[in-house]
């Protein structure tokens, strides 16, 4: 199967997201942390990564993994090799100072009372600014104390992937360790405990969609969708936003997500 690249831009467009219409780039003080930070985490922390390699070091990219403990973004962070800008929810802006951690490292926020509509524009001006969004799909940390602790996927990093179907999107596991580095409640970490990540081959929305394992859909498919009303069109792409979204949680069950 494939899809050309007009069939991408309709997928493209009946995605419905729109950016606010402003630049983005990554604040001062982010990109001077960014020198200087990983380096000390690399020295303080039991942090092992597998496919570091893999990580685009040029370009818009899309960085999702599980969400198991508050400062798993500074640990992805580390397999990047770049600055990340993640959606979070409101509750990390409330008080100082993280307030002015969030904001002074670009972070986006997310009010789920308004469908996160706002946060999502914002996402995609980041991504069209050429920088490195950062989502984590459950939509929140998990709150298990026990495995199983992945969570079912949102559909809100899969409408972005659609939206830029030629952006990769990078999967970045956290299987050993990561609850244990800092459990919840705990106001400190423990830096000494063993954490592995695991970075797998990035892969567009538009790879994804036209393999027979994935969306399984061609250049008809897309004639016959632009042939429907609104709604239906909607539905159709909706199937493909969740069988996305499940499909990468069970890679990152089978990669050893607990």
Same mark, same amino acid.
């Given at each position: ?7 991408l ?29 990983? #380096? =000390?985490? /690399? %020295? @303080?922390?039991?942090? +092992? ?5 893999? *990580?685009?070091? &040029?370009g ?12 798993d ?7 990047s ?28 926020e997310?009010?789920r ?5 706002? #946060? =999502?524009? /914002? %996402? @995609?001006?980041?991504? +069209? ?5 950062? *989502?984590f799909? &459950? ?19 899969a ?86 979204a499940?499909q ?5 069950k ?5």
């Amino acid at each position: 199967m494939a899809l050309s690249e007009q069939s991408l831009e309709k997928i493209s467009d009946w995605v419905g997201l729109e950016g606010t219409g402003e630049s983005f780039s990554t604040p001062l003080i982010y990109r001077f942390l960014e020198k200087y930070v990983p #380096a =000390l985490l /690399r %020295a @303080v922390t039991n942090v +092992h990564i597998t496919g570091a390699h893999k *990580v685009p070091l &040029e370009g818009a990219a899309i960085f999702c993994g599980n969400h198991l403990g508050n400062l798993d973004p500074f640990i992805k962070i580390l397999a990047s090799q770049r600055p990340i800008h993640f959606m979070a929810k409101e509750g990390h802006f409330e008080k100082q100072p993280n307030r002015f951690v969030m904001v002074s490292t670009g972070q986006i926020e997310t009010f789920r009372k308004d469908g996160a509509r706002d #946060a =999502l524009a /914002r %996402a @995609v001006d980041v991504i +069209h600014s050429g920088h490195c969004l950062g *989502v984590f799909p &459950e939509g929140t940390r998990s709150r298990r104390e026990v495995p199983p602790m992945l969570q079912p996927a949102k559909t809100g990093f899969a409408r972005l992937a659609a939206k830029f179907p030629n952006v990769p999107v990078v999967p970045v596991t956290m299987s050993i360790g990561a609850r244990e580095f800092m459990p919840p409640g705990s106001k400190f970490p423990k830096p000494w405990k063993r954490i592995e990540l695991i970075v797998d081959d990035p892969l567009t929305f538009g790879e994804w969609a036209q393999h027979e394992q994935g969306g399984g859909i061609d250049d008809k498919w897309v004639d016959e969708k632009s042939n429907l009303g609104v709604e239906e069109r909607q539905d159709s792409m909706r199937s493909l936003y969740r069988k996305f979204a499940d499909q990468f949680i069970e890679t990152q069950k089978m990669r050893g997500a607990p």
